[in-house]
């Protein structure tokens, strides 16, 4: 992922509009990836996850993008809502199975504007 | 279902005290834990990985003697923050997973340690 230790990059839009936010990852043996959401004071959610097999899975309102040769990684947000505030974080793992180990991006905040 | 519980929610001591923070898996059983340190406006941060019966395996720069962590059962790992100083203070979050090959983890509400 990206430097930790860095503060967070923002992203402001405005409600109903699409958000596109984005991450680089570090190893290129990472083959499984997931979005987390973070609402301040709280620990992550799982938004989507995506495998190194894929380079698109859509959820509900969500769509996640992988791109293996620049190890990028995006997640889009359609129709954003105030309640889609938050910060949200890439993580990859490498490993097998049961000894995949996760490594955090630094992380991007969202900013819905009513 | 997969609910991680932690507890306290957040604490309050003095320098030079010992803070023990809880993580439990509510209905399923982890074979693995992991404890993250999150700083304000920061990335969460690996400490360390925790198997069930055994030893807890540290992130480089992470002080083991400093941050003690048992997992004695498949629902819950501690970790101990021992003679902490103002500059531990931070967010900690568990997280938990079932094992073998699902890889999904399941997120604590996290801990926030304020060391006066």
């Known amino acids: 992922g990206e430097s930790v230790g860095l503060h967070l990059p923002t992203l402001s839009v405005q409600e109903g509009d699409n958000s596109i936010i984005n991450c680089a990852y570090s190893?290129?043996?990472?083959?499984?990836f997931i979005w987390y959401k973070q609402e301040s004071g709280k620990g992550p959610q799982f938004i989507i996850d995506?495998?190194?097999n894929m380079d698109k899975r859509q959820g509900q309102r969500v769509t996640v993008l992988l791109n293996k040769t620049v190890k990028h990684l995006s997640l889009q947000i359609a129709a954003t809502q105030p309640g889609d505030s938050a910060v949200y974080f890439c993580a990859e793992n490498w490993g097998s199975g049961g000894s995949y180990i996760p490594t955090f991006g630094r992380g991007t905040s969202l900013i819905v504007h009513p | 279902g997969a609910v991680v519980s932690q507890h306290p929610s957040w604490v309050i001591c003095k320098s030079g005290t010992s803070v023990k923070i809880e993580c439990r898996s509510l209905d399923f059983q982890a074979t693995t834990m992991f404890w993250y340190r999150q700083f304000p406006k920061q990335s969460l941060m690996l400490m360390a990985t925790s198997n069930e019966g055994s030893k807890a395996t540290y992130e480089q720069g992470v002080e083991k003697d400093k941050f003690l962590i048992n997992h004695a059962s498949l629902t819950l790992s501690t970790l101990t923050v021992t003679s902490a100083h103002p500059e531990d203070s931070s967010f900690y979050i568990c997280s938990a997973r079932i094992g073998g090959s699902n890889n999904e983890q399941f997120f604590g509400p996290g801990t926030r340690l304020t060391v006066l």
């Open positions: 995506i495998r190194s």
């Open positions: 190893n290129s043996a990472s083959d499984y």
